[in-house]
């Protein structure tokens, strides 16, 4: 038996072959989901002032799309009034190398930026990390104190773990090979991200907050971007070192402001403080320039730890809501 595809007769054998691969094709043109970008922004690393590969991820996910000199990346949506700026936040605490010790082993110190909680160093004993050397990302492992070793000895002090404890493991032998994975002092180092979804919606990853709050908002640059303008115009834009003196915000007041308003979407941990959200008139007196600020942010349980855990069902909800805004 032959069907016509097209202009030529095919076997009906070989088109069933054929429907498969028009589906995979179908499904590839298909705009990801708020949970498809989550899984793919948080498990990117974005040490503060270390931002570059998130911003690279960020600027193939909005065609138009670029960086300015500050890092950011920034898209243009409309022409008009009024003028308004849409932000997220994309930095994340972390450490960099500090030393590259002659036996192999890596120290680690904080990079610069606020740190999350008071426990966060006690997060890296005996975890997997991975360091961005020059050719790519390298896996470690920060070493724990030997039981064997240490028996018989008097205990060790009582002291919490903190970051001038980690040894790094990477397998070498000695600084040279060390040195011939790419690795060199003040190369960005994070626990290795394995972000994890289960149960009904959740997502569990450090910074799920903030990945998943960037998430819905690139959601709502790809449909902008598709045909659905906002009223006036709108720059969205993805900001680099908010931790560190919030310099990729201060960038775009100075460079594309005076703007109406500014939204700023993000995560909310429970470590952080209620008053960081809805109206901001500090932030607003700090950077004339942003007009009115407003924050919205996205909750998340276990704040600051490698399974802060957020609902992508909130995350859609806050799609909703800055959807919303554009028509105000």
């Not at 470690?140 to 980690?166: K, Q």
Request: aromatic share 6%; hydrophobic share 40%.
């Amino acid at each position: 038996m032959t069907v016509t595809f097209g202009m030529f007769p095919l076997p009906a054998a070989l088109l069933l072959l054929l429907v498969p691969v028009f589906h995979l094709r179908a499904q590839s043109r298909a705009e990801p989901s708020v949970l498809d970008l989550a899984l793919r922004l948080a498990s990117i690393p974005a040490v503060t002032g270390y931002e570059q590969a998130m911003v690279d991820t960020l600027l193939r996910l909005l065609p138009g799309a670029r960086r300015d000199r500050a890092g950011n990346a920034v898209l243009m949506l409309g022409r008009g009034q009024p003028k308004r700026l849409l932000v997220c936040p994309i930095d994340e605490p972390g450490y960099v190398i500090g030393n590259v010790r002659e036996d192999g082993y890596l120290t680690l110190r904080r990079a610069p930026g606020q740190v999350l909680t008071p426990l966060f160093d006690q997060q890296l004993e005996g975890h997997r990390v991975t360091i961005q050397g020059r050719q790519g990302p390298v896996p470690g492992v920060v070493a724990v104190r030997s039981v064997h070793l240490t028996r018989g000895r008097p205990p060790p002090s009582d002291a919490p773990f903190t970051v001038d404890d980690a040894f790094v493991d990477v397998g070498a032998a000695g600084s040279a090979e060390a040195e011939s994975l790419g690795i060199s002092v003040l190369a960005p180092v994070t626990l290795t991200k394995r972000p994890h979804s289960y149960g009904d919606s959740l997502l569990a990853s450090p910074m799920a907050g903030r990945r998943a709050a960037c998430a819905a908002l690139v959601a709502v640059a790809r449909g902008w971007g598709a045909g659905r303008k906002p009223r006036g115009s709108v720059t969205v834009a993805f900001v680099v070192e908010q931790q560190l003196g919030q310099r990729g915000l201060g960038t775009l007041a100075n460079e594309r402001g005076p703007f109406e308003s500014t939204l700023i979407v993000d995560g909310l941990s429970p470590v952080d403080p209620p008053e960081v959200t809805g109206r901001d008139a500090e932030l607003a007196k700090r950077w004339p320039p942003l007009g009115a600020v407003w924050r919205l942010r996205l909750p998340a349980r276990y704040g600051g730890s490698p399974v802060e855990t957020v609902s992508l069902k909130q995350a859609h909800s806050l799609r909703a809501r800055v959807e919303s805004w554009r028509k105000r």
